[in-house]
């Protein structure tokens, strides 16, 4: 099944300790991005990456870090974490011809203490 | 910049009738793609239809369609024939193609409309 995954689906965290979120696909999409959904904002992006060691800032990247070293994973690292960074996080990604559909992973509910 | 506006946050309609959700969006492109995104409670972002920029024809699948506006910069979502599994969040969105390539982008989305449809 065509699909993009994300680990964990919920996590509850104090400041300052420093985490991961996974993020896979398993369709060979080129593009991958980040979004974080806050209420009354919509899904803003974070971080995206046009293919493999090609990654580039979105409209909300400070806090966050990424890497794509495989086509497949493009995992979200908080350094850091602070309380503004409680969000539901989600990965997605596209192919890159002409279809212009992105799909999205489950989403992650973040929580910093 | 471009910014995408969805002014009604909340709606209700009732099972089997018509709704229409409103979505404005301002850019100076001529070349872009319009979305309307389902979120149901589940969080699941979900696709609902899609409008290229340069087609005239309203898109259209089953029951939602679009009526796009370019020169208005105005992108309305009619569900016909409401359903109880219609209710979730809705999310209009704008992509820009990046760098020229023509198909890869940045989805900006606006706040979103939660709708509800009642038996």
């Known amino acids: 099944e065509a699909q993009v995954t994300q680990n964990p689906r919920y996590l509850i965290t104090v400041t300052g300790k420093k985490l991961t979120v996974t993020c896979s696909q398993n369709?060979?999409?080129?593009?991958m991005s980040w979004y974080r959904q806050d209420p009354g904002l919509g899904l803003r992006q974070i971080y995206y990456?046009?293919?493999?060691?090609?990654?580039d800032k979105g409209d909300v990247p400070e806090g966050y870090k990424v890497s794509r070293k495989e086509k497949r994973n493009f995992p979200l690292i908080l350094e850091s974490p602070s309380p503004n960074q409680t969000s539901l996080y989600f990965c997605?990604?596209?192919?890159?011809?002409?279809?212009?559909?992105?799909?999205f992973g489950p989403g992650t509910r973040l929580t910093v203490l | 910049a471009q910014t995408v506006t969805q002014s009604q946050p909340e709606m209700s309609v009732q099972e089997a009738e018509t709704v229409t959700l409103s979505c404005t969006y301002d850019?100076?492109?001529?070349?872009?793609?319009l979305f309307w995104y389902k979120q149901p409670p589940s969080r699941q972002m979900i696709l609902v239809i899609r409008?290229?920029?340069?087609?005239?024809q309203n898109a259209t699948e089953n029951r939602f369609s679009v009526n796009f506006q370019k020169a208005a910069k105005s992108f309305s979502l009619k569900i016909s024939d409401s359903q109880l599994g219609d209710t979730a969040m809705y999310f209009c969105?704008?992509?820009?193609?990046?760098?020229?390539?023509?198909?890869?982008?940045?989805?900006?989305f606006g706040q979103g409309t939660t709708l509800q449809v009642k038996p």
């Open positions: 409008q290229e920029a340069y087609k005239q």
């Open positions: 969105a704008f992509m820009k193609p990046l760098h020229g390539s023509g198909n890869t982008g940045k989805l900006i």
């Open positions: 850019t100076s492109e001529n070349n872009y793609y």
């Open positions: 997605a990604s596209e192919s890159g011809n002409l279809v212009n559909e992105q799909f």
């Open positions: 369709m060979n999409h080129e593009y």
């Open positions: 990456s046009m293919n493999v060691e090609v990654t």
